[in-house]
């Protein structure tokens, strides 16, 4: 009996499914699984007018329908597809900046967000530029191989041991000089997510950061050279 079959499967209907049988599908039941239905609407609170209502006006929601035809990056991850209203949201959110890369069917590759209808709707200011950002901490971290074995030569006459049980000292300060450069391009308003796993890899921090600033390569070419003179 079809009575029986919804009776046995209502719970598993979705609330869409029971309006549907309502409302376009009548004469296909009888009129006890039709009650059947009624009562689980009214179990679930459902009003059939408002059940439309409610579907007609999620429709008409450009975020949530065929709207959604943006596509963006996020940590080497492709994300989407959702409306403009979401990537505007992700770009107040500050999740996306700038220079986060979005797409959608007629580009032909990947852009950032600055060259596309969203830059009008970016509310951060661009970040400083090199000739801006200040510099202290990095040249610091250019001569550190050499600051370190300065330090370890005084704690090493101050507590008697030898300086090269202190070689942790040297490490540690280009640790730190690298970590204090990173807090103030973040406070330039760099995004430093793509630096961040390599500010313990000092030569290599320095030359992405030469590249991201668009600086000279001079104060890695320093380090190196006070590394070289640190082995002496």
């Given at each position: 009996?079809?009575?029986?079959?919804?009776?046995?499967?209502?719970?598993?209907?979705?609330?869409?499914?029971?309006?549907?049988?309502?409302?376009?599908?009548?004469?296909?039941?009888?009129?006890?699984?039709?009650?059947?239905?009624?009562?689980?609407?009214?179990?679930?609170?459902?009003?059939?007018?408002?059940?439309?209502?409610?579907?007609?006006?999620?429709?008409?929601?450009?975020s949530?329908?065929?709207?959604?035809?943006?596509f963006?990056?996020?940590?080497?991850?492709?994300?989407?597809?959702?409306?403009?209203?979401?990537?505007?949201?992700?770009?107040?959110?500050?999740?996306?900046?700038?220079?986060?890369?979005?797409?959608?069917?007629?580009?032909?590759?990947?852009?950032?967000?600055?060259?596309?209808?969203?830059?009008?709707?970016?509310?951060?200011?661009?970040?400083?530029?090199?000739?801006?950002v200040?510099?202290?901490?990095?040249?610091?971290?250019?001569f550190?191989?050499?600051?370190?074995?300065?330090?370890?030569?005084?704690?090493?006459?101050?507590?008697?041991?030898?300086?090269?049980?202190?070689?942790?000292?040297?490490?540690?300060?280009?640790?730190?000089?690298?970590?204090l450069?990173?807090?103030?391009?973040?406070?330039a308003?760099?995004?430093?997510?793509?630096?961040?796993?390599?500010?313990?890899?000092?030569?290599?921090?320095?030359?992405?950061?030469?590249?991201?600033?668009?600086h000279?390569?001079?104060?890695?070419?320093?380090?190196?050279?006070?590394?070289?003179?640190?082995?002496?």
């Amino acid at each position: 009996m079809v009575e029986n079959t919804i009776e046995k499967n209502i719970r598993s209907l979705t609330d869409e499914e029971l309006v549907e049988i309502i409302d376009k599908d009548f004469d296909e039941y009888t009129d006890k699984a039709i009650d059947y239905v009624k009562d689980e609407l009214k179990i679930r609170n459902i009003s059939i007018d408002e059940f439309k209502k409610r579907n007609i006006s999620i429709d008409a929601n450009p975020s949530k329908s065929k709207n959604k035809i943006w596509f963006y990056e996020f940590k080497g991850e492709r994300k989407g597809p959702v409306s403009r209203e979401e990537i505007i949201k992700l770009l107040d959110s500050q999740v996306l900046n700038r220079k986060s890369l979005v797409w959608k069917k007629d580009f032909e590759n990947w852009k950032a967000i600055q060259e596309t209808q969203f830059e009008d709707n970016i509310s951060m200011p661009p970040p400083l530029n090199g000739r801006l950002v200040k510099n202290h901490f990095v040249w610091l971290l250019a001569f550190a191989p050499l600051l370190g074995i300065s330090i370890q030569g005084v704690v090493s006459e101050v507590i008697g041991i030898k300086a090269e049980s202190l070689w942790f000292t040297t490490l540690a300060l280009n640790l730190i000089l690298s970590w204090l450069d990173v807090t103030k391009l973040k406070r330039a308003g760099h995004n430093m997510e793509n630096l961040l796993g390599y500010f313990w890899l000092v030569p290599v921090y320095l030359y992405k950061r030469s590249k991201l600033l668009k600086h000279k390569f001079s104060y890695l070419i320093v380090w190196i050279i006070s590394f070289i003179i640190s082995l002496a």
